[in-house]
């Protein structure tokens, strides 16, 4: 049964940071490409960020660049996303997501697998 847990949403000022962190189950991480997705209150899934299995690899969503982080531990089956200078519009439900795919997809429809969500609240 696979399984990917996240954690580390809340609620933060702007300017703040916080990291996001998703531990899986039930397959093997390593092989596989570790993301994050969001949904904004409007309700879409866009992509911000992705690391290949081996971690040599990152793509970010190009408003996000130079503030995100995304990193993997291999022997933990976790990955992270750490957002630093966080912004109103940062305010989502953050999904970790898994996939076969070594160049993950910014298309939510291909992706393999996904989390729950963890709601990340940015205040002005």
């Known amino acids: 049964d696979v399984q990917l847990q996240a954690s580390g949403g809340g609620l933060v000022q702007a300017g703040g940071s916080l990291t996001l962190s998703c531990t899986a189950s039930g397959l093997t991480f390593s092989t596989l490409s570790a993301g994050w997705f969001r949904r904004t209150p409007k309700k879409e899934r866009d992509f911000v960020a992705s690391i290949s299995s081996t971690g040599r690899s990152t793509w970010y969503e190009e408003s996000v660049k130079g503030r995100f982080n995304i990193s993997r531990d291999n022997n933990q089956k976790t990955h992270y996303l750490r957002m630093n200078n966080l912004k109103p519009e940062d305010t989502a439900v953050y999904y970790c997501?898994?996939?076969?795919?070594?160049?993950?997809?910014?298309?939510?429809?291909?992706?393999?697998?996904w989390g729950k969500g963890t709601l990340v609240t940015v205040s002005s």
């Open positions: 997501v898994l996939d076969t795919a070594q160049i993950m997809s910014y298309e939510a429809e291909r992706v393999d697998y």
